[in-house]
């Protein structure tokens, strides 16, 4: 019912900055909630942000400060702005799309954010 492409990932230096972007196609309800979600070569996925229909965010305790999470409604589209990227950031990075109430989970197919000298 959905379908999620996310863009935006790529190499980075430390201290650099990118911006990620997730568009959502299909049957988008209403009220949901999109995010993004990582995963380190070795490591769990882990919670990066997300943000509900009507505004409210959440965010991992690593990335408060450095990265903001945004959605466009009208463009169903959610972007991760990341500023002054660490090492420790690289990762695959999914975005995530749930009904409310959760009757539904989409995952996207992931982006390679690499942060490296």
């Known amino acids: 019912q959905v379908q999620l492409v996310e863009s935006g990932g790529g190499l980075v230096q430390p201290g650099g900055s990118l911006r990620l972007s997730c568009a959502a196609s299909?049957?988008?309800?209403?009220?949901?909630?999109m995010g993004w979600y990582r995963q380190a070569p070795g490591k769990e996925r882990e919670l990066v942000a997300t943000?509900?229909?009507?505004?409210?965010?959440i965010y991992a305790d690593s990335v408060k400060g450095r990265l903001t999470i945004s959605r466009d409604n009208v463009k169903n589209t959610v972007y991760l702005q990341m500023n002054s990227l660490k090492p420790d950031d690289t990762a695959v990075y999914y975005c995530?799309?749930?009904?409310?109430?959760?009757?539904?989970?989409?995952w996207g197919q992931g982006t390679q954010v690499t942060v490296s000298s």
């Open positions: 299909g049957i988008i309800f209403s009220f949901n909630v």
């Open positions: 943000i509900h229909s009507g505004g409210t965010t």
């Open positions: 995530t799309f749930r009904t409310i109430p959760t009757t539904s989970y989409y």
